[in-house]
């Protein structure tokens, strides 16, 4: 599987953005997707998971309902609509997938990744 991220771009505090991670291979449908975020200096984190079936997600306690993630497999697209956007959300976001399940919440368990894409929050 090959992922491409994209949508980040520059927003104000309180704005949204909706990132996209397009997957090529006709079985993404079988893997799980999640996103991770880096900020300078500090180390990749988890922000959300959406379960291969499309139903079950969780993010961290950070983006709680202000982030929602969400999958189109006829698409092969996974999305992450983020809302009332934080100068601290600032950070490069990583899509990733994995098919073995177990720990959703460590970024070495993920065989695949995007590129990165850099959502920069001003104050």
């Known amino acids: 599987v090959q992922l491409q991220a994209s949508g980040g771009g520059l927003v104000q505090a309180g704005g949204s953005l909706r990132l996209s991670c397009a997957a090529s291979?006709?079985?993404?449908?079988?893997?799980?997707a999640a996103w991770f975020r880096q900020a300078p200096g500090k180390e990749r984190e988890f922000v959300a998971i959406?379960?291969?079936?499309?139903?079950?997600?969780d993010y961290a306690d950070s983006v709680k309902g202000r982030f929602t993630i969400s999958r189109d497999n006829a698409k092969n697209t996974v999305y992450l609509q983020m809302n009332s956007l934080k100068p601290e959300d600032t950070a490069v976001y990583y899509c990733a997938a994995q098919l073995q399940g177990g720990d959703y919440y460590t970024w070495s368990r993920y065989s695949y990744w995007g590129q990165g894409t850099l959502v920069t929050v001003s104050s």
């Open positions: 291979g006709r079985t993404f449908s079988s893997y799980s």
């Open positions: 959406i379960r291969w079936g499309g139903v079950t997600t």
